[in-house]
C-alpha cells in the first residue's frame, strides 16, 4: 500500500502505548482514544495521545502500523514499528521466514505449526501442516479480506505445493469478530484425511474433524519427553487420540487410555491399530474416575493428566486453580513410590508458578515428596515470544513422585 496519507490513523492511550513499547501487540477497545473513519480490518498508522490534545499534529507520536478491528475487544493487532506501504510484500515475507523458521527447527515429524499467528507476524492466521495437507484458520477480520486470504493461500501452495489445503472455521470467534458464516473444507485441492508421524509414532488425521485444525501438535515434543521415562502401568487422563498413550505404548507394560469423547477414543483405538499396539480405552468423565480409582487404591507407575483448558478468563482463574489441584492430588496419591506423574496445563490465565504451587499444594496434601525433573512448554513449532505472554501457554511438568518420609 502506498500514499502514507490515506491509511487511517488511531490514537490510543498512554497505558497502552507503555504496552506497546515494552513489546506487547495488542491494543484494548478501552485504549482506543480516537478512531475515525476506520473500516473493519483495515491497516492503520497507530499513534500515541498525548494528555488530551491527542488531535494536534504536533504532539502525535507514531507507535506503528496495525491491523484494525471494529468488533473484538481486542481492537489493534500491531504488525510493524514502522509504516507499512507494501503489505502484500510485508506478509509474503512474513510467510516465508514462518517457513524457514520450521525447516530449521522442526524435525522428526511431518506434522507441526506452520504460522502461529502473533508468534509469527501474522495477527489471526493459524495454520498447521499434516503431512501433504495443510489446514489453517482465520481469526480477525483482517486475517479474513479477500485479499489477504488469496495471498496466505497461494504462498502455502507455493511453499509447500501439498495434494490439499483445508480451512477450519471456529464459529465462535466468526461471530465474535462479527464475520460472516462459511463452511469449512478443502480451498485447495479434495484431500481431507492422512496419515502423519510424530517421533516415529504414526497417527490417522482428519482435517475437518477433532479440535484445533485436526490434532494437537504442541505437545510433540512433550511426548518424546515423556517416552523417556515409560515403565510399568501407565494411565494417562484426558488422551484424546492417543498422543501420549501412544508413545508410551513402547516402554510400558500396560497402558490404559481415558477421555470422555466416543469420537476420540475411536480414532485413538484406530492408531493404535496402526501402530500395533495393545491399549486400554476407558470412556469416562476424568474427574470421576481418578476419584474412583484413587478411594479403590488402585496404582499406577507413570500418569499422565493432560485436560483441557480449564481457565478461559482471569474470572474463571480460582475454580481452574481447584481443578488442577484436584487432578493432581488424586494422581499423586496413586503412583507408587518412585512413579512418574506428566502433568499438564495449556490454559493461559494459569501461570507456570501457580501451576507448580498447584502441583506443590496437591503433593502436601497427598503426603507425596516431589522432585521435578523438567519444566516444560509447547513445542519450537508453537514460539514464545518474549513481550508477549499470550504466546506462552503450555506448561508440562515431569516429576519423581515419592512417599514422603
Known sequence: MSGRELIPRVTISARATE??????????RSDVVRARDVYPGALVRVERSSEGNERSPESRRFLGSAFYSASSQISLRMLAPHPVEDLSGLLRKRIESAVAYRQRFVAETNAYRVIFSEADGLPGWVVDRYNDMLSFEVLTQAADRGDLRELLVGELARAYQ????????????????????KPEG??????????IQMNGVRFLIEALGGQKTGAFLDQRENYAAAAQYARGEALDVFCYQGGFSLHLAGGCDKVTGVDSS??????AERNAALNGREIDWIEANAFDLLRD???AGRRYDLI???????ARSRASLESALAGYKELNLRALKMLTPG??????SCSYHVRSSEFLEVISAAAQDAHRTVRVLETRGQARDHPSVLGIPETHYLKCVIAHVNLSK
Open 19 to 28: 504496552r506497546i513499547r515494552a513489546g506487547h501487540v495488542w491494543v484494548y
Open 162 to 181: 501439498p495434494a490439499s489445503i483445508v480451512e477450519r472455521v471456529d464459529r465462535r470467534v466468526r461471530r465474535l469478530e462479527q464475520l460472516s458464516e
Open 186 to 195: 478443502p480451498v485447495v485441492g479434495a484431500k481431507t484425511s492422512t496419515e
Open 262 to 267: 466416543r469420537p476420540a477414543l475411536e480414532m
Open 293 to 295: 480409582y484413587s478411594d
Open 304 to 310: 499422565v493428566l493432560d485436560p483441557p483448558a480449564f
Open 339 to 344: 512413579g512418574i506423574l506428566v502433568t499438564c
